[in-house]
Structure formats: C-alpha cells, structure tokens
C-alpha cells in the first residue's frame, strides 16, 4: 500500500513564504509521477504541479506564474512544494497525490483522475 503523507501547512501574510512536504511510504518504487492539487472551499480541486520520478521532469499550473517549485528528494522519497509570493488567493487545502500508473502523454500529469493514491491534504491560509 502507498500513502503520501502532507505537511508544512499554516497560517501566512500575503507575500510570505511556506514549503509543503510530501513523504510517500509503502512501495514507493513503483510510483511514476506525484503531484500537488489544492481545494479553496466552493472551488473544484485544481493541478498544481508534478514531478516525474525517472527523470524529474516538472509541470505547472499556468496560473502558478512561476512561484511555485516543486522537487524531489529521493533518498528520503520526499517530495517538495516551495511556495513564494503567496495571496490570499492561493488558501486551499493542498493535496499530495501519487500515481503508480504510465501514460503516453505528459499532459495526463495534469489531471487529478491521474493519480491514484492521495494524501489527507494540508491546509494552508494566507491573509491579507
């Protein structure tokens, strides 16, 4: 069984910094991509970013503008979500998820059906 475990959540000023921590127990080996989503209450959850295990490939949310990085440590099969600039906007409860699953299209990486092992989530709160 596979289970990513979120962490690093809380309470920010608009313009701060936070780093969110994804650590994935189980049979960590077989997973082929993690990403990161996030829910805003009343919202659809929504892609974020993710990264690739063979190559570290990365993908981001356009809406993201950059701020954003994600990463991974693979000794610790850690993967990481350091977030700048942040706006009230971007309060949600963030999401790691992990899929064990191959695709031919890097643009599956997107979507949330992709992944199919999913985290509790981790609030994270920017005020104005």
């Known amino acids: 069984q596979v289970q990513p475990t979120e962490s690093g959540g809380g309470l920010v000023q608009t313009g701060g910094s936070l780093r969110l921590s994804c650590t994935i127990s189980g049979r960590t080996f077989t997973m082929y991509a993690t990403g990161w989503f996030r829910q805003a209450p009343g919202k659809e959850r929504e892609f974020v970013a993710a990264i690739r295990r063979s190559d570290s490939k990365t993908y981001y949310a356009d809406s993201m503008n950059g701020r954003f990085t994600i990463s991974r440590d693979s000794a610790t099969n850690t993967v990481n979500l350091e977030m700048n600039s942040l706006k009230p906007e971007d309060t949600a409860v963030y999401y790691c998820?992990?899929?064990?699953?191959?695709?031919?299209?890097?643009?599956?990486?997107?979507?949330?059906?992709?992944?199919?092992?999913w985290g509790q989530g981790t609030q994270v709160t920017v005020s104005s």
């Open positions: 998820a992990a899929t064990s699953l191959t695709y031919p299209s890097d643009r599956y990486y997107y979507a949330a059906r992709t992944y199919n092992y």
